[in-house]
Structures are given as structure tokens and as C-alpha cells.
């Protein structure tokens, strides 16, 4: 499994099978094998999360399957494909939060999606392929700041606690997860939550901002995850796993 992280919450995972690029909004996106099924996610039309450039990878590779949440923009780049010739439509799907698609992808392998829903916008995704499992939260977090009031953190706490409770104890080999600096000293505590109540082989932090540092300031207080966290430190970087 080779994993790189293109920037922010943007990574593609490429396993023997099959690639899945995840919120794609800046940076170079590594090359791709057109005889490997592609799937693109896209967690929610936040500009750090959604780039319309993602559609050029039409041309680039002709069974690309582009995921969205129901309610994303995209009617307009289906205008613009269309006026280029190009069906658009035939390569999207559009998901529902808390459900589970089958899809079949080019090479007659299966993939199983459950959406989750986001306690900002869209969804993140729970994918079954090929005997693993893999997640992207996008931007389900638990965003408690420190400048709201009590009553928006209790919610948001309850909101967060709902999904996560759906993951509680599950066995999980890649996730990509948030941790955003911006939140001071609530900054680890959704990633804390996470990871105790799931079983995760390999974390992914995101959403840094660039940040880097935010791992081992998290791996200070948590140096029980050592083995378990990815030392992301530049953008391009490539993983092995
Ligand atoms: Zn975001």
C-alpha cells in the first residue's frame, strides 16, 4: 500500500488494486496507472476540500468515479464538460450522509462506502475494499473552540460522540483524521476520541494547516500512539505500508 500526502486533507492511497484520492484541493496529484480503477472522494464543497480540478482527471484516465455529497456544486462543471464534449455525469455519484453504497469498480472489484455525517459540512467515508478498511473524516471533528460558548460545545460534543459511536471498536488498517492547531487546547481532543474508540493500525493527521509540528506535540502527551501515527513532514511525501 503506497499512501501520499498531497496537502491538507488530500491524500491518495494506492493499494494493489485499485487508487482512492481523498480532498483534493492543492498540489500536485501523483501520476496514476489508467488500468487501475480511480476513485476520487470528496467530502464536502468546502474550498479546502473540493477542487473542480479534480474533474480534469477525465481525460487522464477514462473510468475515473468522482464521489460527492449530495448538494456540492457541480451542475455548472457538468455544463462546462458537456460544452467540451465530455459526459461528466457518467463518471459521478452523488451520496446521502449515513448510508452504504456497493459500487463495482472497472476491474470487477468491490467496493463498499458508508458515509458518516459530518459535524461541519458533507461527510466522511468508511470504505471496505478487498478485505481492509479505510477513513477519511473530512471535517468530522469534534471542533470545540475555545472562544464559543458552552452550549455550542456540549452540542458539538454530542453531535461528534453520534458518529463516532457508530466506529466504537472497529477494526480500521488506514485513517485519515483531523488535527487543527486553530482549536489551542482543544486541538487533540477528536483525535483522542478517535483513536480510543477505534482500533486504527495507521493514523494519518490532516487538516494542519501545515502544522507539522502538531504530531509531536500530540505524541508528546500521547507517546502510546507512537507506533501507530504518521510522521507527515512536507507535502509530496510518499508512505510505504
Ligand atoms: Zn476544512
Redesign the pocket.
Known amino acids: 500500500m503506497n499512501i501520499t500526502y498531497i496537502g491538507?486533507?488530500g491524500f491518495l492511497l494506492e493499494t494493489d488494486s485499485a487508487y482512492f484520492l481523498f480532498?483534493y484541493y492543492q498540489g500536485e496529484i501523483p501520476s496514476v496507472n489508467k488500468d487501475k480503477p480511480l476513485v476520487v472522494f470528496v467530502s464536502?464543497g468546502?474550498a479546502?476540500?473540493y477542487n473542480p480540478a479534480i474533474f480534469e482527471l477525465v481525460y487522464q484516465h477514462p473510468s475515473v468515479q468522482f464521489i460527492l455529497p449530495k448538494g456540492t456544486q457541480i451542475k455548472k462543471y457538468v455544463l462546462e464538460y458537456e460544452e467540451r464534449g465530455t459526459n461528466l455525469s457518467e463518471h459521478l455519484m452523488l451520496v446521502k450522509k449515513n448510508e452504504t453504497y456497493e459500487i463495482t469498480l472497472s476491474n470487477e472489484t468491490n467496493l463498499r462506502i458508508t458515509t458518516l455525517k459530518s459535524t461541519?459540512l458533507g461527510v466522511a467515508y468508511l470504505l471496505d475494499y478487498k478485505g481492509k478498511t479505510y477513513y477519511h473524516a473530512?471535517?468530522l471533528n469534534l471542533w470545540l473552540w475555545e472562544g464559543e460558548n458552552a452550549e455550542y460545545n456540549e452540542n458539538m460534543t454530542r453531535k461528534y460522540f453520534t458518529q463516532l459511536e457508530k466506529l466504537r471498536g472497529k477494526e480500521i488498517d488506514i485513517a485519515f483524521v483531523?488535527l487543527d492547531s486553530r482549536q489551542g487546547k482543544h486541538a487533540f481532543a477528536g483525535m483522542e476520541s478517535f483513536l480510543e474508540y477505534t482500533n486504527t493500525k495507521h493514523v494519518f493527521p490532516m487538516?494542519m494547516w501545515e502544522e507539522y509540528h502538531m504530531i509531536a506535540d500530540f505524541l508528546e502527551k500521547h507517546p502510546e500512539y507512537q507506533a501507530n501515527m504518521m510522521n507527515i513532514e512536507r507535502q509530496g511525501q510518499a508512505f510505504l505500508l
Do not use: I, L
Open positions: 491538507h486533507s480532498d464536502h468546502h479546502d476540500h461541519d473530512g471535517d483531523p487538516h
